[in-house]
Each structure stands twice: as structure tokens, then as C-alpha cells.
């Protein structure tokens, strides 16, 4: 969780972005800034897919906003998600992208934000039901970078046995403030993905706060061996 566009635009002007694939929530970046944020993004070698987000009506005011960013010799391609109405769920807390590297056949990437203050709720509930859809949809291996808003014991079990998930998380807290710190920015992995998991590791050098940047590091079988939350 970046908690703003401002604060991965200087990391990526700083050259402290390694990662080969990057997975982005709550960028605040409305629509018409994230073309923008693309071209930023392809300065420092990375092509980009910006998911805006949320107006929230107040002046300037947005919510969430999820992002990919892949570098350049790495193929990728948006995520169809279809919702139980036929609509296209892809919004400004939730999307996926079919990454073409780490894996034989690649592998879904999802990038999701959940509600803040809302623990298992209802709202978050769906957004796992969500996630779900498009884990069971693609059918391949996967990972799920998440601001989740639980710990890895509040995730909910049968979530993660009906998506044959396990956590691959750091063991540091990823959210600290000067009242309180939480482990709630982690991964979840599966369909075979979670095997190649080498390391979890928080990487302080990125200047996102008040989260840590999180990194997964992946014994690859093809390029690309770092996802980054």
C-alpha cells in the first residue's frame, strides 16, 4: 500500500524500485492523472495499467486505486472479471492481470484494497468473493498482494481453503503509526505458486508510509523474479 502516487513516483525517480513486477493499492490517482502516472512509470522502465480511483465528492477527493507495474521485456494483459450480474467488476479496490513470467503458462496477478476499519465485514467478505471469482476463473497460479486490513490469523480459513491459498507474509509489521502497528500488507499464493516462494521480506528503503513495501521473491522459470506490494 503506497498511500499515494507521490510517494512511488519518487521512489521509481530514485531508481529504488528492483522489483519486476509491482502490485499497487490506494494510489488516489483520479482518471484523468493516471495516463500521467503511465508515462512515469515507462521513464523508469516499467510498463503500467492504473486502475482509477474512487471519487469520494469531497474537493480533490479519491479512494483507493489499484495499479501493475511490470518492466518492459515482461508481457501482461488485463484480467477479464465478470461479476454475478455480467458487469465487469475491475474498480478502484480490485484488479488482475495475466503476468507472462515466473512460470510456464505465467501467472494471475491481483492487486486488492480492503475496507479500512472493517475487519472480516461484510464489505470486505465480498472483495474476497471477488478475489476468489478470479482466482477460480483463471484457473493458473497466482499471488494476491493486499492491503487486507487483518492479520494473516484473521484471514478467513475456508477463504483460503476454497481458493487452495496460503499466506506468504513477512512476520514484521507493515503499517505503523505511533500508537499502533499491524501486519496487514502480505501475500497470498496458490495453484502452485506458493512452491517457487523463496522469501517474504519488508523492504524499508522504499519511502511509502505510513505502510512498508513488501516483497516477494520467487525461484522463477522464466524472467522475472520479484513481485512487490
Known sequence: ?????????????????????????????????????????????????????????????????????????????????????????????????HVSAGIKGGFLACSAYFHTGEGVGERNQNLLFQVGRLVHTAAKPYIVAADWQVSPEELHPSWLRSVKGAVCRSGRPTCISWAHSSEIDYFVAGRGMELLISDVAVDDKIPVRPHRAVQLSVRAVMPADQVKA
Do not use: M
Open 1 to 97: 500500500n503506497v498511500t499515494s502516487w507521490g510517494s512511488l513516483r519518487t521512489a521509481l525517480e530514485q531508481d529504488l524500485v528492483k522489483a519486476d513486477v509491482v502490485l499497487v493499492q490506494e494510489h488516489h490517482l483520479a482518471a484523468h492523472a493516471c495516463a500521467a502516472a503511465v508515462k512515469a512509470a515507462g521513464r523508469a522502465g516499467y510498463l503500467a495499467d492504473f486502475v482509477p480511483a474512487w471519487p469520494t465528492g469531497n474537493k480533490d477527493g479519491t479512494s483507493g486505486g489499484v495499479a501493475i507495474l511490470v518492466k518492459r521485456y515482461i508481457g501482461f494483459r488485463a484480467a477479464e472479471q465478470q461479476g454475478p450480474d455480467g458487469q465487469a467488476p475491475r474498480h478502484h479496490r480490485l484488479a488482475a492481470w
